[in-house]
């Protein structure tokens, strides 16, 4: 858990910055080599208390945003993705075994629940 005190995360969950989120990095593997990165917040006022507050811990483990969520009584209705192409940054570069001006596809993906919040 940290506090979010990138504005555009904070704009995207629709809270003030300094807010705490909870932020998961995972790396996925094929043929045991790194091969997509993903990063994600979750706020963590929804979460605290909850069995779901770990994405990758506990008994929701892995269990995906829209699994996790309806374990708490939030129904995710829909996701906006936003794909952008650019160069991977230095430490995405190192992670991923390539150059750092190799182009990657960074995907920005907003879960909605069926209220309208993120």
């Known amino acids: 858990m940290e506090a979010d005190d990138r504005p555009d995360i904070?704009?995207?969950l629709g809270i003030a910055e300094g807010e705490l989120c909870v932020r998961?990095?995972?790396?996925?593997?094929?043929d045991g080599k790194p091969v997509q990165l993903s990063?994600?917040?979750?706020?963590?006022?929804?979460t605290a208390g909850s069995l779901v507050v770990l994405p990758e811990g506990g008994p929701h483990a892995g269990a995906g945003v829209v699994n996790r969520m309806a374990a708490i009584g939030i129904t995710v209705s829909h996701a906006?993705?936003?794909?952008?192409p650019r160069?991977?940054?230095?430490?995405?570069?190192?992670?991923?075994?390539?150059?750092?001006?190799?182009?990657?596809t960074n995907i920005r993906r907003?879960?909605?629940s069926e209220g309208g919040g993120p």
């Open 10 to 12: 904070a704009a995207r």
């Open 24 to 30: 998961t990095a995972c790396e996925f593997l094929a």
């Open 39 to 46: 990063t994600s917040w979750e706020l963590y006022d929804l």
């Open 80 to 84: 906006v993705e936003q794909p952008e």
């Open 87 to 104: 160069t991977a940054t230095a430490e995405e570069a190192s992670l991923l075994g390539i150059q750092k001006a190799t182009l990657v």
């Open 110 to 112: 907003t879960c909605y």
